[in-house]
Each structure stands twice: as C-alpha cells, then as structure tokens.
C-alpha cells in the first residue's frame, strides 16, 4: 500500500471517475494513457462486492503505471483492494477515525472553506481537496468556493492542496496560479470523447504551468 514518494509531484493531475460518463476501467486506462498521476475510484450506487471487483482492476493498471490510486469514501474498499489512500467528505467517516483504523493509507478530506481545511490538516489529513471552485454538472449541490478562497487555503496549510470542481482545459492555468499543487477532473476528462487525447492535452498544460513558475 502505503511507498515512500512525492505526494505533491502525484497529486498533480487527479482524475475521478463516473460510471455515468464512461467505464470505470476503461477511462482509467485511457486518463493513464494520457498522463493522469492520480486515480480516485468514485462509484456511489453499487453493491460493496462490484465496487471491490473494479477496484481490484483498477488497483492492478495503477500500480503496473505507478499511479496513485485512491478509493472514494469506502475505507473498506480501499483497504480490501489494497488501494494507497482513501478519500472523505464532510459528511463521512471521521479523518480521526479514519487514522485510526487505516493508519498506513493516505488520506485526502474535502473542504468547502478555510475552516474544514484547518480542522482537517490540525486531524492529520494528508492533502485537501479543495473545492468546488466552478459549478460542476458532477455535483448539483456543490457549495461553490471560487478561486479566492482557494488561494487562502493554499496559503493557510502546509499539505498539499488540490482543486476540484469545474476544472476544464479553458479555465486550468488559471486554478493552478492559486498556488495549489494539483488539479482534479471529472467531466473534463472521463466525459470527453476522446479521454486520451483530452487527459493528454490537460498533463501538457497542467506540466508547462509547473515548468514555467516553478
């Protein structure tokens, strides 16, 4: 599970997946394929049993690739498919308990405003994920943060922050100058139509950013 590297080098394009865009293992291949440093198995209506037998699959094409993978929500899951981390929500598992049953998973924890960010780095969170910085057809109730509230997280915590929500090839370089180490997709990538090619063209960008001011 858990190997020694550079979380912020691996954060850096996140993509999620949505069985109502593509299959799951199909875009994960392609995001892959196209440049995608981290993984996030996101399935929300299915039975324990077929989220495990994806994420077994999946847990294989990210290691063969060395690309992080992350279970959404499930640390059941995660720890069943041996995944390197877990993600929550506000309304999810406790991080301390979290910590507690998987101590050796990374774990990333949404915040929607600077004070979840704080209570969750101050609890032992491993990265944030920070948003939504834009509407996003993903999530119809997501509370919307907006680029200048991104930027005072970033500039509040010491662990790796990643933006989601609404991130697009138009609009990417411009998250990215909040100062956060990463950027995570969902429609932008697994919804295109070609996932390659689009996972490909948002590494370019997201890696010239990075080469230019960094």
Do not use: C, W
Request: proline letters at 2%.
């Amino acid at each position: 599970m858990y190997q020694k590297f550079d979380l912020k080098e691996k954060l850096r394009f996140y993509v999620i997946t949505d069985r109502r865009m593509s299959d799951e293992v199909k875009s994960v291949r392609l995001a892959i394929g196209g440049g995608a440093t981290t993984i996030q198995l996101r399935i929300k209506d299915a039975s324990t049993r077929e989220i495990i037998s994806v994420g077994m699959k999946i847990r294989k094409i990210t290691r063969d690739f060395n690309v992080l993978f992350i279970v959404d929500d499930r640390v059941d899951v995660a720890l069943a498919v041996e995944a390197d981390g877990v993600h929550v929500g506000q309304d999810d598992m406790p991080l301390k308990m979290v910590k507690r049953i998987a101590p050796n998973l990374i774990v990333g924890v949404s915040a929607s405003n600077l004070k979840e960010a704080l209570k969750a780095e101050e609890e032992g969170a491993d990265y944030i994920g920070a948003g939504s910085i834009y509407p996003t057809v993903t999530k119809k109730d997501a509370k919307i943060l907006g680029l200048a509230s991104l930027r005072t997280i970033n500039d509040a915590v010491k662990i790796p922050v990643v933006a989601i929500g609404g991130v697009n090839h138009q609009n990417v370089v411009k998250v990215l100058k909040s100062g956060i180490d990463g950027i995570a997709a969902v429609s932008a990538i697994v919804g295109a139509s070609n996932i390659r090619e689009s996972a490909s063209r948002m590494r370019t960008l997201i890696d010239n950013y990075f080469r230019e001011t960094r």
